[in-house]
């Protein structure tokens, strides 16, 4: 048995699925990188160029399947998309719902967007001087989809969505929506503005990023078609 671990990114993830086919290693465990394990261990670099290779070998619909996989965050849909990876390569569909993994890819799908739809109706957001902060605790990761959705809501607002559970946060500072690494406690009754902001600097040094690592974030067709849809 072998566990691959990958860095905790989409881009890390659709490495990790890419390493696994080309070296035909049958029933791996992905693992994120800061989850410990006592099997034999791969730990996976992310690929030059992986996002590209994945749109010559799969279509844009199933990209956007296995980007809500790896939203569900747990192992067992790794694992299924990685079945579904190598299924898709031989038979050029996922159609088939007889397949059991295929069937859970769809459920794994419905379950991450009722959540995603659910904190977009009851996020609460709470007002820090001129900063909005709202803190929550989701199953799946849905801290991507929030940034975009409430970058558009909140335009001219500075704010910072906190998922606890996985210590990152969604930070939007003078119109830049990056995802950061953050495992500090704030409290809304004492921080003023200026601590906030210096506790979130301090944790995710806000800097200009690189144009390559920019066009390596993946973000979902549906994404931009329903921020469209809501600036109408």
Known sequence: MVNIVFEDSFEGFLSALYW??????????????????????????????????????????????????????????????????????EYKHLKDVNQDFIRNLIYYRKSVNRERHKYIGFLRFHQVDNILYAKFEPKHFVLDY???????????????????????????HEKHLSIEAFDKEINIEKDTYQKLWKAFFEAVTIRERSNARLQ?????????????EFDN
């Open 20 to 89: 696994a086919f080309k070296n035909d290693i049958k029933n791996p465990i992905f693992l994120k990188a800061k989850k410990p394990s006592l099997f034999k261990t791969v730990k996976v670099q992310i690929e030059d160029d992986i996002l590209k290779k994945f749109k010559q070998m799969l279509d844009e619909e199933t990209i956007e399947l296995f980007y809500d996989c790896f939203c569900y965050d747990e192992e067992k849909a790794f694992s299924d998309t990685y079945r579904s990876f190598l299924f898709y390569l």
């Open 216 to 228: 390596n974030h993946y973000a979902p067709k549906y994404f931009r078609k329903y921020m469209i």
């Open 146 to 172: 929030l940034g975009e959705f409430f970058k558009r809501r909140y335009k001219e607002e500075n704010f910072v969505i906190h998922d606890v559970k996985r210590k990152k946060a969604a930070v939007y």
